[in-house]
T-cell receptor, first 118, second 112 residues
Framework: GAGVSQSPRYKVAKRGQDVALRCDPISGHVSLFWYQQALGQGPEFLTY????????KSGLPSDRFFAERPEGSVSTLKIQRTQQEDSAVYLC????????????????FGPGTRLTVT | GNSVTQMEGPVTLSEEAFLTINCTYTATGYPSLFWYVQYPGEGLQLLLKATKADDKGSNKGFEATYRKETTSFHLEKGSVQVSDSAVYFC???????????FGKGNQVVVIP
């Protein structure tokens, strides 16, 4: 079946522009995560949804970052007034279930969107 | 807070050599531990996991043992192939939490 898909795969934005990154999770997956991966680093957590509820947004680096999942499936990560430090690969992951421990449910990752801010 | 530390630098080795990538962690409670792999041009994939102390995760010839006493989860493979060339990330999820915390990753290059 289809995995997690993300679009666009590549995005170049001029500093100050707004961007919107889309994630289509695996159908039926309850949990959805966004991570940011800077060059040469491991992914860093941004935010987490359980269905349409955003349960954790503690990793969002500033109030320019906003994420939504209004119908509990597709999610959009929006970055307003982009800055050069926002250049990174943005990864989306989904998992079948949820739960405090999280260990039972594998997170499946999409290919990422590479954002370059010039 | 939770953190994962991987050994510095890329790893270059010859085909059929023994591979070890070190990983140590700091976490509250009893985390679950993971190794993810990213092949060139592909997304992150789960390679193996262990959910409690002394558990051994294994897959595709790779193994890692959850060592609580040394807070480590080192990845090993006895005989690597060119197709194992990829970036390997150690990660954890702590109790009461869903988010993955990743190490910086190690690029592994296997030369024929």
């Amino acid at each position: 079946g289809a995995g997690v898909s993300q679009s666009p795969r590549y995005k170049v934005a001029k500093r100050g522009q707004d961007v919107a990154l889309r994630c289509d999770p695996i159908s039926g997956h309850v949990s959805l995560f966004w991570y940011q991966q800077a060059l040469g680093q491991g992914p860093e957590f941004l935010t987490y949804f359980q269905n349409e509820a955003q349960l954790d947004k503690s990793g969002l680096p500033s109030d320019r970052f906003f994420a939504e999942r209004p119908e509990g499936s597709v999610s959009t990560l929006k970055i307003q007034r982009t800055q050069q430090e926002d250049s990174a690969v943005y990864l989306c992951a989904s998992s079948l279930g949820s739960g405090g421990r999280g260990s039972t449910y594998e997170q499946y990752f999409g290919p990422g969107t590479r954002l370059t801010v010039t | 807070g939770n953190s994962v530390t991987q050994m510095e630098g890329p790893v270059t080795l010859s085909e059929e050599a023994f591979l070890t990538i070190n990983c140590t962690y700091t976490a509250t409670g009893y985390p679950s531990l993971f190794w993810y792999v990213q092949y060139p041009g592909e997304g992150l994939q789960l390679l193996l996991k262990a959910t409690k102390a002394d558990d051994k995760g294994s897959n595709k010839g790779f193994e890692a043992t959850y060592r609580k006493e040394t807070t480590s989860f080192h990845l090993e493979k006895g005989s690597v192939q060119v197709s194992d060339s990829a970036v390997y990330f150690c990660a954890l999820i702590s109790s009461g939490n869903n988010r993955l915390a990743f190490g910086k990753g190690n690029q592994v290059v296997v030369i024929p």
